[in-house]
């Protein structure tokens, strides 16, 4: 299977609200239920400059996305924080971490970004074994992070420190 990462266009939003209307994935996120066209319309029009939005393809189908934002405060500008979403139906074949290892590339090599961040729900257990074998590491549990299916959820804060390259 060939996956494709490319920035996303403003025509990906009817594929992305498609992805996100899945209970399976919203659930594991902080999106709400039923998306709506116009919101995804509007988050692809209105992409902030410290922000990268990604997707994957695979055979011409939108399967996932990555939002990548680089902090704007003087003293951060070295950080950036995450989210990504993949399909069901995608799910454990190589999207995830394509869309992953392309955000790595694009802030280690071009915006100079030493530290990356994720939140994850603590019982995320694939993402959490992705995100461990590209190297982040759990700083934190977060209780209560999230209210989710009528119940409050903890989450982990996870990082990845890029090494120097000569040390």
């Known amino acids: 299977m060939k996956i494709e990462i490319r920035h996303a266009e403003p025509e990906d939003a009817e594929a992305l609200q498609a992805i996100h ?6 659930a594991n996120t902080l999106q709400l239920p039923m998306p709506s066209k116009t919101l995804w319309r509007k988050r692809l029009a209105d992409i902030s400059e410290n922000t990268y939005f990604l997707v994957a393809e695979v055979e011409g189908e939108v399967v996932g996305c990555l939002g990548l934002e680089t902090m704007i405060s003087k003293r951060r500008r070295h950080v950036a924080s995450f989210g990504v979403s993949v399909k069901s139906a995608s799910q454990g074949k190589g999207v995830g971490r394509a869309l992953i290892t392309a955000a790595l590339d694009l802030g280690d090599n071009w915006l100079d970004i030493k530290r990356i961040e994720i939140t994850t729900y603590t019982d995320n257990t694939g993402g959490i074994g992705l995100y461990k ?35």
């Open 21 to 26: 209307a899945d209970e399976a994935l919203y």
């Open 133 to 167: 074998s590209l190297g982040f590491m759990i700083e934190g549990e977060m209780v209560d992070y999230a209210y989710r299916n009528g119940e409050y959820v903890n989450a982990y804060q996870m990082a990845r420190i890029r090494k120097a390259k000569n040390g």
